[in-house]
């Protein structure tokens, strides 16, 4: 039964009522994690020296390429390019407008890379939007008694976004590469005592991560193997993948960045923070979470800022996947269904309730089901799908590799 509670998503909840609370939830968690790991904060020297690389390695790998800008209209085509516009509804790529947005992405890297920008937030707000909220109970009368749902809703996932800072990734033809990069950057300003481990991130590596953890976990090598992904932090070592999460990571940025990063922050809720609509917000997860890693020093179980997952340390979760009962046959965890379908969103009008039923044939339930075993239709194991995608280069998701593997 974990092996579908944990991580499911039954539904998801995106309310517009809940936003303030979001808001004063986050200025808490900054409040918080200043106080409880001041010394996670850079200096003013390295926010600006940092911040400087950052943006001088993001120019050098930009370009203005018609079929980039298709590849990701066609990529991104639900999602809103401007309020009230999607991107498929957007122009041709090889339209001018495309040719101005790229000359401004370039003369904002190249201001930022010089220093113009150090400490200067936008000089205008992002556009505020909503992506739906794990719901983990909806209340249904005709449920098994041994069954038990019990749930609070408090808070709604925000996203802030503007053309100018989400669209970066438009005119980069090699993503991996970007990555690499970038993460090299954060791998020389956050040194951590790894005890001679390495980092590696799907942004990266793609679908190989999910091998070379299984190795690592096989051999039970003490050498300490670190998977990265946002706030999402894997400390593999003795043969257990050791599970954080980085709380309230994106309010907490733009303070332990510093003012060298205040160019891609808004200051919606009164303070710096990194929207999620913000192309590099990923990287910066990452970045933040390090920081935070470097103060506290490697080893430290727990602490109210870098979360230590228990759940998914129960069940040796990773990006999807549980490696409990067998390394090289990681399993699918938890039922991702209704929630990862942006186009079969309904709005529920105050007072009133609905009834969701699953549409699914029995082939894609056959799939489920041998997901669950860690086996595909044609008798091979999900990680040698997984470790196909390894030369995809774009962003790596792993919840549309689970869509592909179960015939979503």
Known sequence: MDQITHRGRVATIGSTLLLQNEWDIRIEKLKAAKAAVPAAKLTDADSKALS????????????????LVEKYKSTHAKSSAVPGIKWADTPPGDDEIWRELFSWIVSFHEDWAEGKLYGMLMNRPLWSGLRARNKSAIERHDLPEFVKFSSEDKRSRTVNFWIGLSSVGMFVRDKHALYRDLLAIEAQMFTTPLGGGRSIS???????VYLQVAEHLKDKIREPLIVELGDDRNEIMDGEIRPYDMAGCEAITGDTLGPGFYPVLTSAGGFAQLGSGVYCTSILDMYTTRAFRRALGFGVQQS???????????VQF???????EDPFRPRLQGMKLTGDSADKAVSLQPGRSIELRGSHGSEVVERWILAY?????????????LIR??????????SRFVETAVGL
């Not at 799907?202 to 190989?208: A, C, F, Q, R």
């Not at 109210?304 to 129960?314: M, N, P, T, V």
């Not at 075993?373 to 799908?385: A, C, N, Q, V, Y």
């Not at 995608?389 to 792993?398: L, V």
Request: proline share 6%; aromatic share 10%; net charge negative.
């Open 304 to 314: 109210d800022s870098l979360e230590w997952q228990q759940a998914d340390y129960k």
């Open 318 to 324: 990773l990006l999807g996947m549980r490696y409990k």
């Open 202 to 208: 799907p942004l990266v590596e793609g679908g190989d």
């Open 52 to 67: 400087e690389q950052f943006a001088a390695t993001v120019l050098k790998h930009l370009v203005l390429d018609p079929k």
């Open 389 to 398: 995608y390894k030369e995809e280069k774009g962003y790596f998701d792993p």
């Open 373 to 385: 075993k860690g086996e595909t239709p044609s008798g091979g194991t999900l990680l040698d799908g």
